[in-house]
């Protein structure tokens, strides 16, 4: 029998690092070049089926990266099952913004929250600040999965999304699986590099079959 779940995901990260862009990618496998910056938040919804015929289904939250709209991002993050922390490769600024939204997400955040840091416009490669090892090492060093994108070509967008699906049935909560929990079964997740398709399944966990 095909189990499906439904896990609330919120994007965050500075103005102008593509958080829409990536959605739209994923959501709807369009790009628009001139795209206005989101007020507040945008909702959209997109399913993802894995190949043991799992199908998750994802409430996206795309919160806006203005300073202005800061107070509001606990709204969306609070009781999300997952978050997609996104910088822009071409500007070292934007992973410092990452940072920070991450450590908050720590701070206040569900502890069980599956996080993956996004480092988007990787099309952009010739004006790359950012370096791979960096952004790895630190993904690493947080428990964080990681991976490049580029909502332009649509390069790593179903990659990063397929892949903090196959990982979230293993670490949700009771409510979004139907079945019981292990105690104290979210330890903190190791780092996942989604660019070399990892595959991150726990073994070690309980099975609701």
């Known amino acids: 029998m095909s189990k499906q779940f439904q896990f609330k995901l ?27 910056s989101t007020i507040g938040a945008a909702f959209l919804t997109q ?13 996206i939250w795309d919160t806006a990266g203005q300073e202005r709209y800061k ?5 969306y993050y609070r009781n999300a099952n997952c978050a997609v922390v996104v910088y822009d490769i071409t500007q070292t600024a934007s ?7 991450i450590r908050e997400l720590q701070r206040q955040a569900d502890p069980s929250i599956v996080i993956a840091l996004c480092g988007n416009k990787s099309d952009l ?15 690493d060093e947080e428990g964080l999965m990681w991976g490049e994108t580029s909502a332009k070509s649509g390069e790593g967008v179903a ?17 979004a699986r139907g079945g019981a929990a292990r ?4 330890g903190k997740p190791g780092g996942v590099d989604l660019n070399k398709q990892a595959n991150a399944a726990g073994a070690n966990e309980p099975c609701n079959c």
């Open 125 to 139: 490669s010739a004006r790359r600040q950012v370096s791979q090892e960096e952004a790895k090492k630190y993904a």
């Open 183 to 186: 105690p104290g079964a979210s």
């Open 10 to 36: 919120v994007l965050l990260g500075e103005s102008a690092v593509g958080k829409s862009s990536l959605v739209l990618r994923f959501v709807k496998d369009q790009f628009d070049d001139y795209r206005e």
């Open 47 to 59: 399913t993802v089926s894995l190949d043991d015929g799992t199908t998750v289904k994802f409430e």
């Open 95 to 101: 992973l410092e913004k990452a940072r920070s939204w």
């Open 159 to 175: 990659d990063i999304f397929t892949a903090i699906a196959k990982k979230l049935p293993l670490t949700a909560p009771p409510s």
């Open 71 to 75: 107070s509001l991002a606990p709204m």
